[in-house]
């Protein structure tokens, strides 16, 4: 019985620590990096709390007064209160990547995120003013959404799931933008070109196929338009608390189908007579369309002389890359993005920000992310390679874009962005100057030089409809600079329309530049000398970027040949064209006809309370606002319960629940989770501690916890006798014998990330083993029960041990997943721990893999070895190569357990040790699952058809180990097999690997099936 109960505890301990738990929580993955430390204060307003690291300047000023005015905004939507909101705010991009407040990646593209436990909304400055201004209104209505979700008693935050993705971030946009937006109309446009303007229910089940954001906004200015912008809050809960088919029903008396097919003909009423014959046929010729490239091809840039253009593409499916080619064949002939995988670069900016070619076209300047910062790397492109040859972090200004090579090549022209202000900068490449152009609270952005160097085009809302007091921010206009005076010039050409993009012609007498004066997003043309102005395109739809503010065209600054991108069909192209190619068409210089823009259900709309609100702006005087320090007090976050429950019998009574708290500060630099469990007796009751300090680069935290383990062990006596205390009488005896292992343990771990693709790991922990045996005698007499007695038995105790644990990595990740596990990129972690106390053991750890996409399949290799030393190398429990996850065919339940003893047959002892080596090859066909990635596109089953080499041993002696095909009866010899398996993605939740094997050492079956459940594939 001792011996017996001995093997089950250290079988309980073992299992804790043959291979150390990772605090941290991943063995594998990438970063978030905290790379700089903010020192926030709070600057107050009357309803929110904005946390911020660039003081009282004016533009943190103007961002308080527009927070209120957002407040305003919505509170007459919601009619809803809002007191002390915090609201954290990051002087750029990069800066905001690295909060804490969000604990995943943050990309390039997500423009602020509201966090719905403390309705925490986490905004950076944009480029923009104007950007800033939407995001920081987009975001307060995430803050408004689950304000009302929080206070309302009958709903909690799981009646979120109720609330379809494109009504949250539709509605978010409308109360945002308004009904009228030309972004939206373009796509709402192409829709109806193209007959494919989406039921509710296709909207809800195929969020990928129509984006959220713009059909949500379309969807949610249709309800507003035709019921009224009262509709909003109603709509909203109803649809939480009902689920959306119910709230249709109670709030318009109309199912979800006739309301689909009523917001369907008000879309296309709103957008047909817009829309003529060949209004989207392109100009020049084609370039790069999803038929010979990806869905998204975008940012075209031109080299001086036209022959030769990058461009920003999805074409290797998993990744996005800036392509270069050869515009006489479209021959792609290098990836410039292969210089910004490098293991210190974390990203580049592709959504907003484009690159430029040198005036020899034999260099290139981009804008890379790396340590927190913008940096302009210099690439030598005349090669077969991408060389490059210099990294320049930019001293003084926080974050840039948009590089512009001057024409005598010894400068580059760049729009930065310094506490929130946007200006026009230089920097001379010889001698590492930064020049400031302007120095401004305007927006400076989209800036190009002149042929002869002197001025610089560049677009700023710096018209009469700009209040910075207010403040209000009105049209980006068309701007020109003298560099050598500094004089601004703002240019008479369509001051009620967004001016984007200016270019010069080569011969520096006109300017090219989009807009949407007409309604639409095309191409003109402004003559410097007789300010007449000339459309260009006449497309339906668009020359667009993903947003606004992304380069859309490029001019050749020798040959005037212009690459843009165009918009059709939901997706992006690019065309290249001659200047006599397009149809110039003289307009009027104060064309300003945005009718076409308008979102459904047109200009019939009821009263437009958002869109008027828009235009109101409130007048807080100065003294409403204050500034305090920040101190990081830890708050409840969430509360939640494991279940509770209560049982009773004639052995006793038990009881079962939980609850697990999350606490932090508003930063989330600390935070701490508490959890305590109840199972069965008093002496079940278990839980833990652990804190996580998120406050500097180095990431640490520490645990304390007890956690009770019980099992029974049963027995029947029916000869027992029991002492009435009178007499002793014959009984039966229902024996209950109670084991307790109580598992009590403190860990410290640390994580310092190098980027956001490398980190160093440590770990130390030490666990305490105690034991409770109890021994329960229940006596019944001509089976009736009369006694029932616990007592502890102590002789029977083991003495408590002691195990400790300590360990250090360093890892690597840049990998890029498909649906079922990494398609691209690498992966390996070196590590060596050290076991005390009780053991003695040093344990080390290799794991390297590497994996290439060439669409549609994926090459991987994984390189595996895992050993212990020491006097106790051999005490835990031996590693088992045959494992599913190791060596697949070999598996334990596929040997039979009655089979004789063979002298030919491999020996399931010769396949595990305290040491093994693994080699893995698998080529890897993406099955069913997203259109262009998978070969059967599918919207729910997820697969991944495997084709599969394995290898490996085990051994407890490297001098015991033989490498012989043939099992050696004395020796550990490797083990192989080949096989097929199919990797099924279970809604991301795991990933199910049915597999048939060859196992090439094994000579009982010919082939052998296996089935398990992994995170992902390796």
Known sequence: MRLRFLIFSWFIALILLVIPSYSLGQYFGQNKVNYEKFNFEIYETPHFEIYNYQGTTDAMKRLGRQSEHWYDRHFAIFRDTITQNPLIVYNNHPDFQQTTVISGQIGVGTGGVTEALRKRAVIPFMISNKETDHVLGHEMVHVFQYNMVKQNDTLGLQSLQNIPLWMIEGMAEYLSIGPEDNKTAMWMRDAVIHDDVPSIREMTRKPNEYFPYRYGHAFWSFITGTWGDAMVEPVLLATAKYGLNRAVDRLFGLTTDSLSTLWQKSVRNTYEPYIKEDTIKPVGRNMFTPENSGELNLSPVLSPDGKHMTFISNKDVITVDIFMANTEDRKIIKKLTSAVRQGDIDNYNYIESAGSFSPEGDRYVMTTIAKGRN??????????????????????????????????????????????????????????????????????????WSPDGEKIAFISERGSDTDLEKPVYGKYRLCTLDVETGNVEVLPVFPESDILSPQFSPDGESLYFLSHADGYRNLYEYELETEDVYRLTEFVTGISGITDLAPAYSVASETGEIAYTLYGNDRYSVYMAKPEDFDRVRVDKNLADESASMLPPGRERVLNIVGNNLKRHSNLPETSFSKKSYDPEFQLDYIGSTGVGVGSSQFGTYASGGVTALWSDVLKRHQLITNLQVQGEIYDIGGYVSYLNQENRLNWGGSVSHIPYRYSYYAFDPNASYDTGEDTIAVSNFIIEQTRIF??????????????????????????????????????????????????????????????????AYVGDNTNFGITGPLGGYRYRFQAGKMFASYDIINTQFDYRNYYFQNPFSFGIRALHYARYGPDANRLYPLYIGDHYYVRGYSYNSYNRDQTYNPNYLNLNSMVGSKMGVLNAEVRLPFSGPERLTYIQSKYFYTTLVGFIDGGFATEDYSNL???WEPLQDKNTPIFSMGLALRVNLFGYAVLEPYAAIPFQRNDKNITFGLFIRGSGW
């Open 375 to 448: 940096r302009l790397l210099i690439a030598d492109i005349e090669g077969d390679d991408v060389d490059v040859t210099n990294q320049v972090n930019i001293k003084g200004i926080q974050a840039f874009d948009n590089p512009e090579w001057s024409p005598d090549g010894e400068k580059i022209l760049l729009t930065g962005l310094v506490d929130g202000q946007s200006d026009l900068y230089t920097y001379h490449v010889k001698s590492g100057e930064i020049e400031q152009l302007t120095d401004d609270p305007y927006s400076d952005l989209h800036a190009a």
């Open 743 to 808: 598992h009590d343990q403190f860990s410290l771990f640390g994580q310092y990330p190098l980027s956001k693709k490398l980190r160093f790991e440590a770990g130390a922990s030490i666990s305490r083993y105690s034991y409770m045996i109890q021994r329960i005698n229940n006596y019944y007499l001509r089976g009736v029960p009369i006694d029932r007695e616990k007592n502890r038995v102590p002789e029977q105790e083991p003495d408590p041990f002691y195990v400790g644990n300590a360990y250090l």
């Open 962 to 964: 033989a490498f012989s």
